[in-house]
């Protein structure tokens, strides 16, 4: 019989800071991501926000990527971005060439990523284009064995659900240890399929297709486990099914369940097979509510976020616009955060938007998404960790050799090109691999990667953009797919908008790049810095005669520098302020770039040369011991002419893109204004009882428009307003 546990607690507080869930070191980062509209004609701008909610700020991400998916899994634009008081803006540009179609924006973080390849934000838009839909309605039909699964753990005796989406309701067959043998299921025709598995099998599940067969096969069968489902279609009540294989041993587990991180409101015993927890729908007052359940050391075994989309009780208020205006009129508002506690504060986004004719229906006023942890994994593989990017962009690739195999516990060194010395080092695991941490202001750094090593090696550079071109199927739609005619109506609209805005060459964005909008610069904090800091001495090339070569300088005046030849090979030693000669050799960076051959500087041109700058003590890189620094600076600092040294990759290398800003239009007397979106912002930080104006210019289309104002507040609660307005 079923255990029916009914919670009739009123969620009250906010979500606080609880670090107990972080106990296996998994720390929970969640992105939103927030486009200016859903609709777009080919040309336009999608400009977007990526919010970041990370309760631990210190290991919040800070470089956000984003890619614009398009129906063939192809990415068609990627950006990855700095995330700067909690967001990330940004904006792709559509090619003209993009044909009708749903494509899909994603973003996502290294953080996010390390822990599952499934954590990112996705957001489907529309991008129509009447000249290029019949492509997309061929592909349609030579694509239609398009299947994406859902997998959980399988577990010996408890009934397991397969989330399955599919652009055609195919047939399905199970098969059990690669037989013939099919094992009856539960289908219920749309979303997902359910059968029990037991131990010491193995599945198949067979896809049926018109023309093709998918075969795919499951996870293996645990021996025990959990396996949690959540239901939001029931009209009263969330619930929550949990099965066990853990109530018939020794010791029963206790579960607690805890949502919005407030105290554990339920504690109950697994002593059943199945367990149901119920909890009322009234009782999610919040906008985005999050339910977890622990174990009795405050593991996260589940997580559920639950959104209530009827939930419009937001502290926002907004002031001073009306219902009707008319066409070229300056309107003005105001969006205000009224709040009693005076710490609370806001980001947001404002957009207005064409408004379509129709209304979308959300028949189900609750959605979720859930997180799965596995039950009895109690420790994580150090290398979830090890792309995390709370500190700044992580550069990361792996050293292979003549015959692509990885060379491990290699020293690779990354150097940055400038008028500074910024040397770090890394030794590469078992498969090869290395990274590092990019520390610089700039959106782009010119870097050298090198090895000391004399044997012929690759060094590889690994993108962290998530799609690898198969990834992220998508549903295909023509124009004979939209069976609205209003809405068909609404885009055509939309592509004539545009054209005519085209043809006057009215544009949207300011050339303007991110990286050089004021403030910005003082919030990165990825700043380079000089290793050693001061130098013993320092002598400018241009406050001397020009002398004929390198060596001639060290003699004059660097007296503490002893150069020793054997055998045509120049060594160096230093002397330090001790009289004391020190034993290991000296570390040579030439423009910040570290050098393992000496005759490389010995050749270098004086007349090239801005300084030179020496410390006479030991110095301790990573694990190695130099005796002093010779550091060498060219008048460029950019290592021109001067050969990199064996084994080494130089590259510009982007640490994060430039984005364009909205620009408001200027309305000339002669020029029609026929935009599709008259104003977007992001970034709109408001403190307690602040506000903030709205400005923008309507146009010459007589239509209705959308103000949509969308953001969180400081302690994670949802913002999501919008207003209606019609300009005559």
């Known amino acids: 019989m079923k255990k029916t546990i009914f919670i009739y607690v009123l969620i009250l507080l906010a979500i606080t800071d609880n670090n107990a869930q972080n106990n296996n070191n998994l720390v929970k980062e969640r992105i939103t991501i927030f486009s200016d509209r859903n609709e777009y004609i080919p040309g336009e701008n999608i400009w977007f926000n990526a919010f970041i909610n990370n309760k631990n700020k210190k290991n919040e991400s800070k470089i956000v990527y984003t890619e614009l998916i398009s129906p063939y899994g192809f990415s068609v634009s990627r950006k990855k971005l700095p995330v700067i008081s909690g967001s990330a803006e940004g904006s792709f540009i559509t090619p003209d060439t993009l044909s009708t179609g749903y494509y899909t924006l994603i973003a996502y973080t290294n953080l996010a990523k390390s822990i599952s390849s499934n954590m990112f934000e996705e957001k489907k838009i529309l991008i129509y284009n009447p000249e290029k839909h019949n492509n997309i309605i061929k592909a349609k039909q030579d694509t239609a064995n398009i299947f994406t699964i859902e997998t959980r753990d399988l577990v010996d005796g408890l009934k397991c659900r397969i989330n399955y989406k599919a652009n055609l309701i195919p047939g399905f067959k199970l098969i059990r240890n690669k037989t ?218 792996k050293i292979i050799d003549y015959d692509n195999e990885p060379v491990s516990n290699l020293k690779v060194y990354l150097s940055y090109i400038d008028s500074v010395s910024s040397v770090q080092i890394d030794e590469t695991d078992n498969n090869g ?84 909008h004021s403030g910005l610069s003082n919030e990165i904090k990825w700043k380079k810095y000089n290793f050693y800091t001061e130098s013993d001495k320092t002598i400018f090339f241009d406050d001397y005669i020009l002398l004929d070569s390198i060596q001639e300088y060290f003699h004059e005046f660097f007296p503490s520098v002893i150069i020793n030849n054997q055998k045509g090979t120049r060594t160096f030693k230093i002397v330090n302020n001790f009289k004391e000669v020190l034993v290991n050799r000296p570390a040579i960076f030439i423009d910040g770039v570290l050098y393992h051959d000496n005759e490389i500087l010995f050749a270098i041109n004086p007349e090239q040369c801005d300084r030179m700058e020496v410390v006479k003590s030991d110095y301790l890189i990573y694990d190695k011991v130099y005796g002093g620094l010779i550091c060498l600076y060219t008048k460029g600092h950019d290592l021109n002419d001067i050969p990199i040294p064996k084994n080494s990759l130089r590259i510009m290398y982007k640490l994060y893109d430039q984005t364009a800003r909205f620009k408001k239009i200027e309305h000339k007397n002669n020029i029609p204004d026929f935009r599709n979106l008259l104003y977007w912002e992001s970034n709109i930080h408001l403190k307690s009882n602040d506000s903030y104006t709205i400005d923008f210019v309507t146009g010459d289309d007589k239509s209705k428009y959308e103000v949509v104002i969308f953001g969180f507040t400081n302690d994670g609660q949802l913002i999501n307003e919008s207003r209606i307005f019609e300009v005559n």
């Open 180 to 397: 013939d043998t099919i094992i009856p299921f539960k289908n219920e025709k749309l979303n997902y399929i359910e059968f029990t598995p037991f131990l010491n099998n193995s599945y198949i599940l067979l896809v049926d297709f018109p023309k093709k067969t998918k075969r795919i096969e499951l996870p293996s069968v645990k021996q025990h486990g959990l396996i949690f489902d959540l239901d939001t279609n029931n009209n009263n009540f969330v619930r929550i099914r949990i099965q066990s294989t853990e109530f018939d041993r020794d010791k029963t587990p206790f579960l607690f369940l805890d949502i919005n991180n407030s105290d554990s409101i339920a504690k109950f015993q697994l002593d059943k097979k199945e367990i149901i927890i119920d909890i009322k729908k009234t009782y999610f007052s919040k906008s985005n509510n999050l339910i977890q359940l622990k174990n009795a050391h405050h593991r996260t075994l589940w997580e559920c976020e639950v959104i209530n989309h009827q939930v419009i009780n937001t502290p926002l208020e907004i002031e001073h616009l009306a219902k009707n205006y008319n066409n070229r009129t300056h309107v003005s508002f105001l969006i205000k955060l009224s709040e009693k506690d005076t710490q609370k504060n806001a980001n947001l986004c404002v957009t207005i938007r064409k408004a379509p004719s129709i209304e979308d229906v959300q028949n189900n006023n609750f959605s979720y998404k859930q997180t799965l942890h596995s039950f009895n994994n109690e420790t994580r593989d150090s290398a979830v960790s090890a792309y995390w990017e709370n500190y700044g962009p992580v550069l990361w690739g």
């Open 433 to 516: 691999d290395y990274k590092f941490i990019i520390h610089s202001n700039k959106d782009v750094s010119d870097i050298v990667l090198n090895t000391d090593t004399n044997e012929e090696v690759s060094i590889v550079i690994n993108h962290n953009y998530l799609n690898n071109y198969d990834t992220f199927k998508r549903d295909f739609y023509g124009i004979k797919d939209f069976k609205d005619f209003k809405y068909l109506s609404y885009l055509n609209k939309l592509y004539l908008n545009h054209r005519i805005n085209k043809v006057y060459r009215i544009n949207y964005q300011n050339e303007q790049p991110l990286s050089a």
